[in-house]
């Protein structure tokens, strides 16, 4: 149980593109979902909190109108990298937290590679 | 402030050679400690979820242990596909989000 799964896992785009990124729970309902961004040999750092009908709350230094959080339902959450740059190149990923029984564990999809050109 | 330090680093073991991996953490009120294994170019998998001192829980050939201030990850005879990043994680005092330690690359040379 508890899987999470990420579309696409791997996208590359001109600069200047939008790239949207879905984030599933498959078989649980998700309260909350984060967006987390990795570098190269480094730990995760989160983007943004997305709570499902509600405004996602981000990170200092994160720019909101550039990374574009929709959680449309308890199983689906949306990141939008706007008018991509390469600076912009990362790995995403995505994770969902479930109601009730081990409350505050985080489940995380696999991971979309961004690069952008 | 709340904050997770893991340690080592960077841990090569020869096929076989038990060792442990610790996560040290400072958080007011623990409502759980998280592992997680991440292979390269994925996200991380779900191993444990610890929420009181004393408990142990075990996958494989890990066991995870809780102490008021610290965990522990047990690896007995690892195997070369054990070989992973290893990350302990915690919930902030005041926030649904958590905090990640910064990891243990795990080597295991067969």
């Known amino acids: 149980g508890a899987v999470v799964s990420q579309h696409p896992s791997r996208v590359i785009c001109k600069s200047g593109t939008s790239v949207k990124i879905e984030c599933r729970s498959l078989?649980?309902?998700?309260?909350?979902m984060f967006w987390y961004r990795q570098f190269p040999k480094q730990s995760l750092m989160l983007m943004a909190t997305?709570?499902?009908?509600?405004?996602?709350?981000?990170e200092q230094g994160v720019e909101k109108d550039k990374f574009l959080i929709n959680h449309a339902s308890l199983t689906l959450s949306t990141l939008t990298v706007t008018s991509a740059h390469p600076e912009d190149s990362s790995f995403y990923i995505c994770?969902?937290?479930?109601?009730?029984?081990?409350?505050?564990?985080?489940?995380f999809g696999p991971g979309t590679r961004l690069t952008v050109l | 402030e709340d904050q997770v330090t893991q340690s080592p680093e960077a841990l090569r073991l020869q096929e076989g050679e038990s060792s442990s991996l610790n996560c040290s953490y400072t958080?007011?009120?623990?409502?759980?400690l998280f592992w997680y294994r991440q292979d390269p170019g994925k996200g991380p998998e779900f191993l444990f979820t610890?929420?009181?001192a004393g408990e142990e829980k075990e996958k494989e050939r890990l066991k995870a242990t809780l102490t008021k201030k610290e965990s522990f990850l047990h690896i007995t005879a690892p195997k070369p596909e054990d070989s992973a990043t290893y990350l302990c994680?915690?919930?902030?005092?005041?926030?649904?989000?958590?905090?990640f330690g910064s990891g243990t690359r795990l080597s295991i040379r067969p």
């Open positions: 078989d649980f309902q998700a309260t909350t």
């Open positions: 958080v007011s009120g623990l409502r759980g």
């Open positions: 610890l929420y009181s």
């Open positions: 997305s709570n499902e009908g509600s405004k996602a709350t981000y």
């Open positions: 994770s969902a937290r479930a109601r009730g029984v081990g409350a505050d564990t985080q489940y």
């Open positions: 994680a915690v919930p902030y005092s005041s926030a649904s989000k958590i905090i």
